[in-house]
């Protein structure tokens, strides 16, 4: 543990669980190098008592701001007093800062950190790209891709009539089959959560990858579907640098001065490097 002063003040990252998060492992390094007084804690909170225990959390005076993982970050929008405009578009929130005068504010920071990762393999204006998945997550990758001007958007979700309300509310093409659009796409995203587990069911032929594929997985970890995609020659990246990058934006907002990303990048991979 962190020590902390009567004056340190504290950050954190609150989910269900959360105590695997590696949030803390690279924001605490960015904290140290900078020598500011503050610690940045895994807060788990209850799902059937969520809205008391931020209530609770925002009343401490040392807490001045936290992320947000799933799933929570669609009810924390009540607690706001104003949110960014990408909270507004996206709908959802990982990030809340709370201002010297108390006021909450809550941004997103996942957009920027999924389309700064995907820049550094990709870039996706005029690109045709293919989100697989339709829940949260997805909605902060489609929002980062019409940003950067893709050309084509398309969505694919086994659940269609989800796929068919996302893709209403951002004005891209929703597909049946994945198999049938493979050829006209330039990148691949995969935002679901098939891949946690190797033997998880593929969602979709793996082998009909190519080589002028990019497949970004936002899972943090060699997929099967990344694993396939290397064989066949395509570019590959996993969600471990997507998660540095919105942190990294997250770090910006709350102390207002730029990260040592460097630093903060070698340590995650060693904390993810060990605990694989």
Same mark, same amino acid.
């Given at each position: 543990?962190?020590?902390?002063?009567?004056?340190?003040?504290?950050?954190?990252?609150?989910?269900?669980?959360?105590?695997?998060?590696?949030?803390?492992?690279?924001?605490?390094?960015?904290?140290?190098?900078?020598?500011?007084?503050?610690?940045?804690?895994?807060?788990?909170?209850?799902?059937?008592?969520?809205?008391?225990?931020?209530?609770?959390?925002?009343?401490? @005076?040392? *807490?001045?701001?936290?992320? !947000?993982? /799933?799933?929570?970050?669609?009810?924390? &929008? +009540?607690?706001? %007093?104003?949110?960014?405009?990408?909270?507004?578009?996206?709908?959802?929130?990982?990030?809340?800062?709370?201002?010297?005068?108390?006021?909450?504010?809550?941004?997103?920071?996942?957009?920027?950190?999924?389309?700064?990762?995907?820049?550094?393999?990709?870039?996706?204006?005029?690109?045709?790209?293919?989100?697989?998945?339709?829940?949260?997550?997805?909605?902060?990758?489609?929002?980062?891709?019409?940003?950067?001007?893709?050309?084509?958007?398309?969505?694919?979700?086994?659940?269609?009539?989800?796929?068919?309300?996302?893709?209403?509310?951002?004005?891209?093409?929703?597909?049946?089959?994945?198999? @049938?659009? *493979?050829?006209?796409?330039? !990148?691949? /995203?995969?935002?679901?959560?098939?891949? &946690? +587990?190797?033997? %998880?069911?593929?969602?979709?032929?793996?082998?009909?990858?190519?080589?002028?594929?990019?497949?970004?997985?936002?899972?943090?970890?060699?997929?099967?579907?990344?694993?396939?995609?290397?064989?066949?020659?395509?570019?590959?990246?996993?969600?471990?640098?997507?998660?540095?990058?919105?942190?990294?934006?997250?770090?910006?907002?709350?102390?207002?001065?730029?990260?040592?990303?460097?630093?903060?990048?070698?340590?995650?991979?060693?904390?993810?490097?060990?605990?694989?």
């Amino acid at each position: 543990m962190f020590p902390i002063k009567g004056s340190t003040k504290i950050y954190g990252v609150i989910g269900n669980p959360v105590q695997h998060s590696l949030s803390p492992v690279f924001q605490n390094v960015g904290i140290s190098s900078l020598g500011i007084d503050a610690v940045y804690i895994p807060l788990e909170v209850p799902k059937e008592k969520f809205e008391k225990t931020i209530k609770g959390l925002l009343f401490l @005076e040392n *807490l001045k701001g936290f992320n !947000i993982t /799933v799933p929570f970050k669609e009810k924390i &929008l +009540k607690f706001a %007093d104003w949110v960014s405009p990408d909270v507004e578009q996206i709908g959802s929130a990982n990030t809340l800062k709370k201002t010297s005068e108390g006021k909450i504010e809550l941004y997103n920071t996942d957009w920027i950190g999924f389309l700064n990762a995907l820049k550094e393999v990709e870039d996706p204006e005029n690109k045709t790209v293919l989100v697989l998945g339709a829940g949260g997550t997805a909605k902060a990758v489609i929002y980062a891709l019409k940003k950067s001007k893709a050309k084509k958007i398309l969505l694919w979700n086994r659940t269609k009539e989800k796929a068919l309300s996302l893709a209403q509310k951002f004005n891209i093409t929703a597909v049946d089959k994945v198999e @049938e659009v *493979l050829n006209k796409v330039d !990148i691949i /995203v995969n935002t679901t959560s098939v891949g &946690l +587990k190797d033997n %998880d069911p593929p969602l979709f032929d793996y082998s009909l990858i190519q080589p002028h594929h990019t497949v970004f997985d936002v899972i943090y970890k060699e997929t099967p579907l990344l694993r396939e995609a290397k064989k066949k020659g395509a570019k590959t990246l996993d969600g471990l640098r997507m998660l540095l990058l919105q942190g990294v934006e997250s770090f910006k907002i709350w102390f207002g001065v730029e990260p040592p990303i460097n630093e903060m990048w070698e340590a995650l991979k060693k904390a993810f490097k060990e605990r694989s």
